[in-house]
C-alpha cells in the first residue's frame, strides 16, 4: 500500500507544479491528455506525478489492482518517486526500470515498477 | 534374406546369426541401419511391428500410469516400422550448448562430452531428417523475406528458429519408415525383420556380454538371434522394458546394477496459452505464429533462453512460441493503455498474441517406469509411468516468461501477461511433446550412468543403445534429430569396433 500522500503534501503547490509539468509531458511526447488530467483529477495530492499516465481510468484500474494484489509495497511514496522521476519524461524512467530489472507482476501483467506506483497512486487518489 | 522380411514366416527353433543386431526400426534403428550400407558388416534390423499400424501390435504397448495425468503408454508412441516418426510433429532445433554441461542447479546434469561431438554429425542428421539447410541461427533471407524479428534487446530471451521436416501436402513430415523403406530394401548386408518382438536379451553367464536374443512374433513362432554386437533402439519407454525384463542373469535387469534404468523419465510437457504477448507496433512477422517457406526450409521463430541467461538466473531451457492472435478483457486492455501512453507509444495497432510453449523438467529419480505384474501377449511384464511435474518446473519457467515481458519493455516492443499462476491452472492447458528422455542415461561413471559415452551399457561388451533414452537431460529441444545425430556418432563408433 502506498500511504502517507493524503497529509504530507499540500494542494496549492502541487497545483502549481502541475502546469509546468504539462509541458513537459507534451515536450516529451507523451500521450498525455491534459483535458482528462484536469477533469478527472481528484482532490490533493500526487498530481504532478501523474502527469504522464494518459488516461485517468486505465490508470487506476490497474492501480486498484496492483493495490489489491500487494504489487506495491507501503514504503514506496511520492517523494521517492518523484527523486526517481526527477525532471525525466516519464517514458524514459520505465524504460530505465525495465533495462535496469525493476518490473513487477500486476494480476500477471508485467510492468515497470514506477508504473504500478504511479498507477497505485492515481487509485488512491481517485 | 531379402532386405524386408516377415518374422512369422521364420520356423520356431530358428537361429539367425549376424554382426550386428538393431532392435526397433524406428529413426535410430534406421538412421544405424542406413549407415552400415554397403559395409562388409551383416545387419539384421528387429522392428515388432509391420509397416502400418495394427491394433494388436499396438496393445503390446499397454501399461499404466499413476502420477500426474500424461499420454497413455500405448499413445505415446506407435508401434511399426518408422517408431516416433510415425507420428511426429517435424519440429527440429539443435540442443544448446549448455544443455550438455554439467549445471550446478540442475541435478544429475552434465553429458559426458559437449555439443562439439555431435556438432560434426547436425548436417548429416537435419539431412535425414529433411530440414532444410543447417541454419539454425536465422536465416537473412527468411527476414528479408517475412521482415525483422521482435526487438529484445539485452537479456536472457533471444529470437532462436526451429526448422521442420519437410512436409509433402497434407502429410505428416518425414516419417522414417515410410520414406527409407526403399533405401532400406537397397542395402544388400541388411535384413530387415518385421513383426519380430525381441523378447529377451539374453546374456552370456558371466554377465559381460550378450550371448543371444529372444524373439517372438505375436503368431506364437519364437527364434533366436546370435549378434557380435547389439543396439537396442526401441525407444525410452520399451528399452526400459527389455532392460528390465532380461532379467536371466542379472537379477535386477540389464544395466540395473544401480537402480538407475526407467528412472529420470523426461518428456517436454507442452503447457498452451502460458501467456500473452502484445507487441505495440501491430502484428509480428508471420514466422512467429506460423511455419514459413524460404531459402530451402520450413521455419519458425521461437524465443530461447540464452546460454548465459540459463547459468546467470539457474533456469532451465524453454522454446516460447507465437501462437494465436487473441483478444484482451477490459483490464487487459487498461493495462496496455496505460502502459503504451506512459512508454510514449501509439498503442492504436497493438497486437496480442497467445504464447505456448516446451519446457525442459528437471530431472526427477523419481519420475520412472518400472515393471508390473501385468503381461503383454508376448509373455513380456508390462510397465507402470509414474510421472512427475515440480512446482519448481513451473516456477523457472515464469521467471523465463516474467524476462522476456522485462525485454520486451525495456526496448518498448511491447509487454507480457503470464496467464498460469497456481499449479491447477498449469495443469488444465498441459500436453505434452511424447519425448521420451533419459531412462537410460548416459555417464562416465557406471554407478550414475546405464550407458558409457559411447552408448555402450556399462559392464556389457556388446550392448548398445540409441535413442534420446541416453540423454541425461532432456534440454528443450526436440528430439529426433538430436537423436538422430547422436545415432550416427555410434554409428562411427560401432564402424571402428568392426574395423
Known sequence: MIEGWKDGVSRRPLLAILGAVVGLGAAGGGAYEFSKLIGRRVSGGPGDLLTGLGDRESAVQVGKAALADGTIASANDRERLRRRLGQRPLSEVLVEDAVQGRVVETQGWVLPLTLAQLCALTAKAS | MSAF????????????????????????????????????????????????????????????????????????RQHYLGGGTNHWGGWCRPLDKSDFEKRSWVPYSGWPFG?????????????????????????????????????????????????????????????????????????????????????????????????????????????????????????????????????????????????????????????????????????????????????GAIFRATLAVSDEYKRTSHVMGSLTTVENRVELDDFGRAVVATTTSALGMDASNATTYALGCGMELKPDPDRRLTLTSERDALGMPRLNLHMTISDEDFALYRQTMKELGRQLLATRTGMIHLDRSSRASWMETMDWGNHHVGTTRMHSDPKRGVVDADLKVHGIGNLFIAGSSTFPTCGASNPTMNLVALTLRLADHLKGLFA
Open chain 2, 5 to 76: 522380411s516377415d518374422a512369422r514366416n521364420i520356423p520356431s527353433g530358428t537361429i539367425l546369426d549376424t554382426d550386428l543386431a538393431i532392435i526397433g526400426g524406428g529413426p535410430a534403428g534406421i538412421t544405424l541401419a542406413m549407415s552400415f550400407a554397403g559395409k562388409p558388416i551383416r545387419i539384421l534390423m528387429l522392428e515388432g511391428g509391420g509397416t502400418s499400424f495394427d491394433e494388436k501390435t499396438q496393445s503390446l504397448y499397454d501399461g499404466t500410469q499413476t502420477g500426474v495425468p500424461y499420454t497413455p503408454l500405448n499413445a505415446t
Open chain 2, 115 to 295: 555439443r562439439e561431438a555431435l556438432d560434426p554429425y547436425y548436417p548429416r542428421a537435419a539431412a535425414l531428417v529433411e530440414a532444410g539447410p543447417f541454419d539454425f541461427s536465422g536465416n537473412q533471407q527468411w527476414v528479408d523475406k517475412y521482415g525483422a524479428p521482435l526487438t529484445l534487446g539485452a537479456g536472457g530471451i533471444y529470437n532462436s528458429w526451429f526448422q521442420f521436416s519437410k512436409m509433402r501436402g497434407s502429410q505428416l513430415p518425414t516419417n522414417f519408415g515410410e520414406r527409407y523403406a526403399a533405401d532400406l530394401k537397397k542395402i544388400s548386408n541388411l535384413s530387415a525383420l518385421l513383426h519380430a518382438n525381441v523378447t529377451n536379451i539374453a546374456l552370456a553367464p558371466d554377465g559381460k556380454s550378450v550371448d543371444h536374443l529372444d524373439v517372438a512374433t505375436l503368431a506364437g513362432g519364437k527364434f533366436t538371434v546370435k549378434a557380435k554386437h547389439v543396439v537396442l533402439a526401441t525407444g525410452g519407454i520399451e528399452n526400459v522394458r527389455l532392460l528390465l525384463a532380461s532379467n536371466g542373469v542379472m537379477k535386477t535387469g540389464i544395466g540395473n546394477g544401480t537402480d538407475l534404468v526407467g528412472r529420470f523419465f523426461m518428456d517436454n510437457p507442452i503447457p498452451r496459452q502460458t501467456a500473452k504477448l502484445v507487441s505495440f507496433d501491430g502484428p509480428i512477422a508471420p514466422y512467429y505464429p506460423s511455419n514459413q517457406h524460404g531459402d
